[in-house]
């Protein structure tokens, strides 16, 4: 904690967290249950989006699975590659947003990377846990000064809904204790996709489910609150 506290700015404490959460698991997720407040705005917002900006020049080690849509068709054998068999949740991006942001192509692993170190600080074992990136391309035209090699316009690729069904089938053969946590997967027409999914597949859709969950529950404490008074 006292390093975490001289480290400046957020960015500098949000490289060392991350590496700590990967070298050093028995004191990173003891110190992070004690002081959430120190560690989530250097691990989350408003920090995640300069560390998606920057996330090219800050690159360590691997700590996902990138998945582009150019191995439609072979999504099951990409998968196989993973080195644990047992993958209680996937935290998986298309990067719709980071932030109202434009989409940042691969730099937006670090989205996942996030959402599974706030997995492991709720409780949930690292070894089970699979940050993702489905890459099916940006319309950013920035992407020269993020050291992003585009795979193709969205624009002009195909639907990728074909490209989410295949995964979440292969998903759900090679991991079928698994929960798919879509993170930041923005746009009317994948939301719904997504929800429908819901009736037969464990999925979550943080930016529809998650929002909606934490209206409602402020509406009912507003109600309960108006009540008392």
Known sequence: MLQLAQKNPDLERY?????CARSQRDTFLPNGHVGPRAFCPSCTHPTIGEACLKFGHI???PRGMYLSIERRG???DVLQNWPRKDVRFHCVTRCGRILDWEIWGANGMGIPMVSAAVHRLAGVPPQ???PMYLDAGTNNENTSTILYSVCGSLARQPSSSFFVDEFVEA????FPKCCIHFEDWTGRA????????????????DDVQGTAGIVLAGDDQCGQDQGRS
């Open 15 to 19: 490289i060392y967290l991350v590496n």
């Open 59 to 61: 690159y360590r080690q």
């Open 74 to 76: 072979k999504v099951k």
């Open 128 to 130: 089970y846990l699979l």
């Open 171 to 174: 998903v759900q053969e090679l």
């Open 190 to 205: 994948d939301a719904v996709h997504l929800l429908q999914l819901t009736a037969e597949v464990c999925v979550y859709n």
